[in-house]
């Protein structure tokens, strides 16, 4: 166990639909980052936030946005729900910035979109 | 870009079989480099990282892995596998930023 913890654990939406995951990190971290793995493939790099801010992004569109908070906690919006939207996301939390420190992951939340 | 390729996919051995996953990075300038496993209904966990210093890399459980700049290659290696390390294992790396870049997994399977 990491210490790092997602909610909820699973989650049924429907295409349009909006989401809100939520994350919280491993105490004493305060660089949060957000993964997207697919069925069959390795995880994918959606943003991390430092201090609050956004700090990188990967490939994602702007429907894709985030939060931190003062306690280092996270939430991942992703609003306009498509089908391939379906996946595990990853919460990760490390140390020091930039990324020359380890990512220790949570267990994930499963996103279903029908 | 950086990318990570890693070559088997599906990895079937029997216990106490030796194993070696190939892992295979292209990235121009520093790298670091790790390798995580996914066992069954569990969190992806780190099994060992390269930062520097000595290329030969020990991690938990037994595993180690080998930085080869010249190859651009980090496989892991581990002598000899148990049924206890059915799982999927993830090579990945960071380079001049703060994002991971995950290979695709190799699933590997060991039979008793």
């Known amino acids: 166990e990491t210490g790092v913890t997602q909610s909820p654990t699973h989650l049924i939406k429907t295409r349009g639909q909006q989401v809100t995951l939520r994350c919280s990190s491993q105490s004493g971290h305060n660089t949060v980052s957000w993964y997207q793995q697919a069925l069959g493939q390795g995880p994918q790099f959606i943003f991390q936030y430092y201090r609050e801010e956004e700090n990188g992004r990967g490939n994602f569109p702007p429907r894709f946005s985030g939060l931190q908070f003062p306690n280092y906690s996270s939430e991942l919006n992703v609003n306009a729900l498509e089908l391939d939207d379906s996946a595990l996301y990853l919460c990760?939390?490390?140390?020091?910035?930039?990324?020359?420190?380890?990512?220790?992951f949570g267990p994930g939340t499963r996103l279903t979109v029908l | 870009a950086q990318s990570v390729s890693q070559h088997n996919h599906h990895v079937i051995l029997s216990e106490a079989a030796s194993l070696e996953l190939g892992c295979n990075y292209s990235y121009g300038g520093t790298v670091n480099l790790f390798w995580y496993v996914q066992y069954p209904g569990q969190h992806l966990q780190l099994l060992l990282k390269?930062?520097?210093?000595?290329?030969l890399v020990k991690g938990i459980k037994g595993f180690e892995a080998e930085f080869i700049k010249s190859k651009f290659s980090f496989n892991l290696r581990k002598p000899s596998v148990q049924w206890s390390d059915t799982a999927e294992y993830f090579c990945a790396v960071t380079g001049g930023g703060n994002k991971l870049t995950f290979g695709t997994g190799t699933q590997l399977k060991v039979e008793l």
């Open positions: 990760a939390s490390s140390t020091s910035y930039p990324g020359t420190d380890t990512q220790y």
């Open positions: 390269y930062f520097s210093g000595d290329p």
